[in-house]
């Protein structure tokens, strides 16, 4: 079905059904509605569309993107880019593989449907922690640099903050620090790689820091390499015995955290290699004393559940004295301190 001209116009294979065709009589009482014959059911359409992504998937042809055509004409295959292509060829023959041309591939089914044939002029670039992009949500990997000087390797961001009408990313002080610039991805001439900001504020004494970057209230939730992302519905300050979770771009989001009470200073190392000691941290403990974090995860948004979404809790900051401990900074630090900026909820 399609918006066209002044109306709309269903496409359709066969004659209508009852139901369909009584339907259609009601809708031309508010509006026009045309009925076109379709060469091609939707059902068959998406035959044809599941034979040719599984000869894709055994070909590892150049197609980045099989869709049907809304009138019941057939398929339309998008091609990868050139250069996209070409670097996708040259990782599979480092492998031993080798890549089949689409047309080729096309040419050489039985789909029974015609194909539209198409170049992309970019690249798919599927939302997730490693390809990410503005505005941004939590949760999502970055590394930090310094005109071309690599700072840190990998970090996570936190969650979205408000300050002065305008809104910024929060992640931990440690991972960088002016000038250094974020980047979402990794510089490693092939993955996803794009610049998030420059550091805004920091406040070190307490391992937090906004990049001047905008945001939305959204975080991702599941593993590294999840595309799932949940709303932030509220935020609020620690709570002994609580039951909390993270969302690390290194470990992905692990639960079962058990706040423990108390308010801690540690010693670590900041991104300029200089000691420094972090201020009024909070201590979670994993209740089934599994891993609770490793290195990257710095940064992440710390969160409880709030019905579909989550409530914001803090980010992370460090490892504890063994593996199932890690510290975190509380919001009341980044709320009622020098940053003065409030996690952005919806």
């Given at each position: 079905m399609a918006y066209e001209g002044d109306g709309v116009t269903l496409y359709y294979k066969g004659s209508l059904p009852a139901a369909m065709a009584s339907a259609v009589a009601d809708a031309r009482r508010i509006g026009p509605v045309t009925v076109k014959m379709a060469a091609f059911s939707r059902a068959e359409l998406h035959r044809a569309q599941a034979q040719l992504a599984a000869a894709d998937k055994l070909g590892h042809s150049n197609i980045q993107a099989i869709g049907t055509l809304d009138d019941g004409s057939g398929l339309h295959v998008e091609r990868m880019p050139p250069a996209t292509a070409e670097k996708m060829r040259a990782k599979l023959a480092s492998k031993g593989l080798t890549s089949k041309d689409a047309d080729t591939l096309v040419a050489g089914l039985n789909l029974g449907v015609p194909v539209k044939m198409t170049t992309a002029t970019a690249p798919i670039n599927p939302l997730s922690r490693e390809s990410d992009f503005s505005p941004w949500s939590g949760g999502a990997e970055f590394e930090?640099?310094?005109?071309?000087?690599?700072?840190?390797?990998?970090?996570?961001?936190?969650?979205?903050?408000?300050?002065?009408?305008?809104?910024?990313?929060?992640?931990?002080?440690?991972?960088?620090?002016?000038?250094?610039?974020?980047?979402?991805?990794?510089?490693d001439g092939d993955a996803y790689f794009a610049e998030i900001g420059p550091v805004y504020q920091e406040d070190w004494e307490h391992d937090v820091l906004l990049i001047d970057a905008p945001g939305e209230a959204w975080i991702y939730d599941g593993g590294v390499n999840t595309t799932i992302r949940k709303p932030v519905h509220s935020w609020g300050y620690r709570t002994v015995n609580e039951l909390l979770c993270h969302s690390g771009s290194r470990s992905g989001t692990i639960c079962g955290l058990k706040t423990q009470g108390g308010e801690y200073t540690i010693k670590g190392v900041d991104s300029d290699g200089d000691l420094t000691y972090m201020n009024d941290l909070g201590l979670v403990e994993q209740i089934d004393h599994l891993a609770a974090g490793q290195d990257g995860d710095s940064g992440g948004p710390v969160f409880s559940l709030d019905g579909d979404g989550v409530r914001a809790k803090g980010t992370v900051t460090a490892g504890g004295?063994?593996?199932?401990?890690?510290?975190?900074?509380?919001?009341?630090?980044?709320?009622?301190?020098?940053?003065?900026?409030?996690?952005?909820?919806?």
């Open positions: 930090t640099w310094r005109d071309l000087e690599k700072r840190s390797d990998w970090c996570t961001t936190g969650f979205t903050v408000a300050k002065n009408s305008r809104t910024y990313m929060l992640t931990a002080a440690h991972c960088m620090t002016a000038p250094d610039v974020a980047y979402n991805g990794h510089f004295n063994a593996p199932y401990y890690l510290y975190f900074a509380d919001l009341d630090e980044v709320v009622g301190g020098p940053l003065a900026a409030t996690p952005l909820t919806q």
